[in-house]
């Protein structure tokens, strides 16, 4: 089936700790990217991927890190938990960029907690 | 700075007619998308705008005002399922996606 995977689905994280959050998608798409979603706020872009190979800064990257070393995949890393970064985490891809009508694919989210 | 603004929640019944709107302030403007959110699943696409007017799409329906900053999302014929997170988002002049903060549907029977 055609999508996003992503993992894990749900984990809970020590403070301080290293955690990678892995994407995946099988639709051959461009662009990619990180969003956090969080209570009563619209969906915030950490960081994103207009092609293999780049990356760019969203709206808060602070605390984050992302690689593309391939079209497929997209992992986004958390170098030393903090439990402001408790949120669900969602990747998403788009068949393009600089468009208006970019529609997002978006993955089943990832559940992060840090205690 | 930007901003999208939604109704926080909104109720409606079975069968009715529900319609929710946005309201934005964006630095320019390259379309207006809405999403449908399931509690604990995914967003998924539901409708595009980039001119004004509306676009029709079954039960579901999309508005949009560029002079005003104004769409809204219209909802025939509710039905159960409907009850979902809907979120408005504006591509900006940079091709950046803002997102609201999503409008809670309750439907009741």
């Known amino acids: 089936i055609a999508g996003i995977t992503q993992a894990p689905t749900s984990q809970i994280l020590a403070a301080g700790r290293r955690m990678t959050l892995r994407c995946t998608q099988d639709?051959?798409?461009?662009?990619m990217y990180w969003y956090r979603q969080d209570l009563g706020l619209g969906l915030r872009l950490i960081h994103y991927s207009n092609t293999a190979g780049t990356t760019g800064k969203g709206e808060v990257p602070d605390g984050y890190s992302v690689s593309r070393a391939n079209t497929d995949d997209f992992p986004l890393t958390l170098a030393s938990a903090v439990p402001s970064q408790t949120s669900v985490y969602f990747c998403a891809s788009s068949a393009g960029t600089a468009s208006g009508a970019n529609v997002l694919t978006f993955g089943a989210g990832s559940r992060l907690t840090v205690l | 700075g930007q901003n999208i603004d939604q109704p926080t929640e909104m109720t409606a019944t079975e069968g009715a007619i529900v319609q929710i709107n946005c309201t934005y302030q964006?630095?320019?403007?390259?379309?207006l998308f809405w999403y449908q959110q399931h509690a604990g699943e995914a967003p998924t696409f539901l409708s595009y705008n980039v001119l004004d007017g509306l676009e029709e799409k079954g039960r579901f329906s999309s508005f949009l005002s560029r002079s005003k900053g104004y769409s809204y999302l219209l909802l025939k014929e509710l039905q159960m399922k409907d009850s979902a997170s809907y979120l408005c988002?504006?591509?900006?002049?940079?091709?950046?996606?803002?997102w609201g903060a999503g409008t809670k549907l309750i439907i009741k029977p």
């Open positions: 988002a504006v591509t900006d002049s940079n091709y950046q996606l803002i």
């Open positions: 964006t630095s320019g403007f390259n379309g």
């Open positions: 639709m051959r798409h461009n662009a």
